[in-house]
T-cell receptor, first 116, second 113 residues
Framework: GAGVSQTPSNKVTEKGKYVELRCDPI?????LYWYRQSLGQGPEFLIY????????DSGLPNDRFFAVRPEGSVSTLKIQRTERGDSAVYLC??????????????FGPGTRLTVL | KQEVTQIPAALSVPEGENLVLNCSFT??????LQWFRQDPGKGLTSLLL?????REQTSGRLNASLDKSSGRSTLYIAASQPGDSATYLC????????????FGSGTQLTVLP
C-alpha cells in the first residue's frame, strides 16, 4: 500500500468494553505515532515508536491506554474499560526515520471511536 | 508547555481571493513547523514543512512563512479555489518534545464558487 492504513475506520462500543485499533505504516518507515483528535480540535500526541520500542509515551492519558509494535511495523492501540470521554478520532502517522528537523509525518485516515 | 493558536477559527471567501491563515506558538525553540490540510472524514495531508533555519517554503499557490523569534507563521493561499475548502492545521515539533507534533485547533476554510 502507498499510504498509512488504519482499521477499522469506525468503531462503536459500549462503556467498559475493550477495543483495539490497528495501524499499518508506510513500508520501511521506522517511526510510528499515535494521536487523538476530538471534535473541533487539533490532534493531540499519544505515543511515539522508534522501531519496536515506545520512545515516548508521555501523551497516553492514563493506564487504560496501551500500544504495541512487536515487529517494528504494524502497531495496535489498546484501550481498556472504555469511557465516553474516549470517543474521538484516533490517528496514526509514520515517518521514515523520526528525525525531528526534516522528517515529514504521513497520516492515516483515522479510526472514529464512539463509546456509548 | 508549547501552545499553538490559529486565527481565525473559520473563514469564508469567494473564489479567486488571496488569503492568509495565521498560526502562533508560545515556545520558539522548535525543530520545524508544518502546515497540514484535513478534509472531512480523512487524515491529514502535509502541505509544507519549514525547518527552524528557514524563513519560508513555497508549493504551487501556497506559501508559508516562519518568524521563529516572534513565534508566528502564516500560510498564504493565492487565487483560492472551491477545492481548497478544508481545515488547515499548523503544527510544531519542539526541541524539548522528542518527535511529537503539537497542533493548533485549525482554521476551517470555505471557498465559495
Amino acid at each position: 500500500g502507498a499510504g498509512v492504513s488504519q482499521t477499522p475506520s469506525n468503531k462503536v462500543t459500549e462503556k467498559g468494553k475493550y477495543v483495539e485499533l490497528r495501524c499499518d505504516p508506510i513500508s520501511g518507515h521506522t517511526a510510528l505515532y499515535w494521536y487523538r483528535q476530538s471534535l473541533g480540535q487539533g490532534p493531540e500526541f499519544l505515543i511515539y515508536f522508534q522501531g519496536t520500542g515506545a520512545a515516548d509515551d508521555s501523551g497516553l492519558p492514563n493506564d487504560r491506554f496501551f500500544a504495541v509494535r512487536p515487529e517494528g511495523s504494524v502497531s495496535t492501540l489498546k484501550i481498556q474499560r472504555t469511557e465516553r470521554g474516549d470517543s474521538a478520532v484516533y490517528l496514526c502517522a509514520s515517518s521514515l526515520t523520526g528525525g525531528a528537523g526534516f522528517d515529514t509525518q504521513y497520516f492515516g485516515p483515522g479510526t472514529r471511536l464512539t463509546v456509548l | 508547555k508549547q501552545e499553538v493558536t490559529q486565527i481565525p477559527a473559520a473563514l469564508s471567501v469567494p473564489e479567486g481571493e488571496n488569503l492568509v491563515l495565521n498560526c502562533s506558538f508560545t515556545d520558539s525553540a522548535i525543530y520545524n513547523l508544518q502546515w497540514f490540510r484535513q478534509d472531512p472524514g480523512k487524515g491529514l495531508t502535509s502541505l509544507l514543512l519549514i525547518q527552524s533555519s528557514q524563513r519560508e517554503q513555497t508549493s504551487g499557490r501556497l506559501n508559508a512563512s516562519l518568524d521563529k523569534s516572534s513565534g508566528r507563521s502564516t500560510l498564504y493561499i493565492a487565487a483560492s479555489q472551491p477545492g481548497d475548502s478544508a481545515t488547515y492545521l499548523c503544527a510544531v515539533i519542539g526541541r524539548g518534545s522528542a518527535r511529537q507534533l503539537t497542533f493548533g485547533s485549525g482554521t476551517q476554510l470555505t471557498v465559495l464558487p
